[in-house]
């Protein structure tokens, strides 16, 4: 097994991970009200890391860089915390008076 190769499983496993954690995200647990462009967002992450996973299984995604791979495994520690909410990542608490 040469680094590329353990690259390309761990980018598939973390992205793996960051689409389970968006689809099983419950929006009623954190008493949240719908937002469109959160929910395009999250839709969007869906299908991007989605797509990832695909192709590594496939073997069309050929080279994964290590800057690559670490940025997904900070998103995917994010969204963890986060409980999987988009905006909780985004949305900055506004100071009340």
Known sequence: ?????LLLEINA???????IRLI???RQKFD???NFGYSVFSYAMIVTNGT???R????EYAHADWSTVLNNIFICI???????SIK???HKERPTN
Not at 13 to 19: D, G, K, R
Not at 78 to 84: A, D, E, K
């Open 52 to 54: 990832i996973v695909i």
């Open 88 to 90: 909780k990542l985004f």
């Open 32 to 34: 949240m009200p719908y």
């Open 78 to 84: 994010s969204l963890l915390f986060s409980g999987g």
């Open 13 to 19: 496993v973390v992205c793996s991970v960051i689409v």
């Open 24 to 26: 099983l995200f419950r």
């Open 1 to 5: 097994m040469n680094w590329n190769s």
């Open 56 to 59: 590594v299984l496939t073997g």
